[in-house]
């Protein structure tokens, strides 16, 4: 009896799944790559002498911090189509929110992984003829990103979770794909049940070998 229940939903939820987290997935990964990129630049404009420059990214990082991921998308999807005439598709609009939201959380990152270093080693940089630039690029930098790579790790997979609210704008993600299939079926357990083993079969995973590289690279 209980095969007969659970083995249809079981075997129809597989397809949706499969390629709704194909899209989760390059939602993530698209949105954390210009999300680290967004977060070095403003990252590294915190760290600025110039109030000019502080400012704007600390404008930057409080707006976004201080506003939910649901909101920027919604402010993506329908607000600049309406007011600036400029029209995203769905999912361009949640590779931008996972980085626009990402790099602000990235920019704290990187902010205090830079300041994690001794300033001696800046000192240390300028004494042997390095320039600012290049004692940041060869001797901070490296120094700094190691110790990045938890916090850069955990971002991952708050932005993967974060994805599943792009349901609301008609992303076919896998969360929104699965409702699609509760909707015309109205069977939501076995469906969510296999939602949630989807994203724990990503995040543990995930999880697993960033407490790996953390234990190799002893930080």
């Given at each position: 009896?209980?095969?007969?229940?659970?083995?249809?939903h079981f075997t129809d939820t597989?397809?949706?799944?499969?390629?709704?987290?194909?899209?989760?997935?390059?939602?993530?990964?698209?949105?954390?790559?210009?999300?680290?990129?967004?977060?070095?630049?403003?990252?590294?404009?915190?760290?600025?002498?110039?109030?000019?420059?502080?400012?704007?990214?600390?404008?930057?990082?409080?707006?976004?911090?201080?506003?939910?991921?649901?909101?920027?998308?919604?402010?993506?999807?329908?607000?600049?189509?309406?007011?600036?005439?400029?029209?995203?598709?769905?999912?361009?609009?949640?590779?931008?929110?996972?980085?626009?939201?990402?790099?602000?959380?990235?920019?704290?990152?990187?902010?205090?992984?830079v300041e994690s270093i001794d300033?001696?080693?800046?000192?240390?940089?300028?004494?042997?003829?390095?320039?600012?630039?290049?004692?940041?690029?060869?001797?901070?930098?490296?120094?700094?990103?190691?110790?990045?790579?938890?916090?850069?790790?955990?971002?991952?997979?708050?932005?993967?979770?974060?994805?599943?609210?792009?349901?609301?704008?008609?992303?076919?993600?896998?969360?929104?794909?699965?409702?699609?299939?509760?909707?015309?079926?109205?069977?939501?357990?076995?469906?969510?049940?296999?939602?949630?083993?989807?994203?724990l079969i990503i995040t543990i995973?995930?999880?697993?070998?960033?407490?790996?590289?953390?234990?190799?690279?002893?930080?």
């Open positions: 009896m209980l095969e007969g229940i659970i083995s249809p597989l397809p949706f799944l499969y390629r709704g987290l194909q899209l989760t997935i390059y939602i993530t990964f698209a949105g954390i790559f210009f999300g680290f990129i967004l977060g070095t630049i403003f990252g590294l404009m915190r760290l600025s002498k110039s109030k000019i420059i502080y400012g704007i990214a600390t404008t930057y990082i409080e707006l976004v911090r201080g506003t939910p991921i649901l909101v920027q998308a919604l402010f993506l999807y329908f607000g600049v189509s309406d007011f600036f005439g400029i029209n995203f598709d769905a999912v361009t609009a949640g590779i931008i929110a996972i980085a626009i939201n990402a790099g602000a959380y990235i920019a704290e990152i990187v902010r205090g992984g300033k001696g080693q800046m000192e240390a940089g300028r004494s042997i003829g390095l320039s600012a630039t290049q004692t940041m690029r060869y001797i901070i930098w490296p120094q700094a990103f190691k110790r990045m790579i938890p916090p850069l790790g955990n971002q991952f997979i708050i932005s993967l979770k974060d994805t599943s609210i792009f349901a609301v704008i008609s992303v076919n993600e896998v969360t929104y794909l699965i409702r699609q299939y509760i909707s015309t079926t109205g069977s939501p357990f076995v469906p969510l049940v296999m939602l949630c083993f989807a994203y995973p995930s999880m697993l070998i960033l407490r790996r590289i953390e234990r190799r690279l002893d930080v």
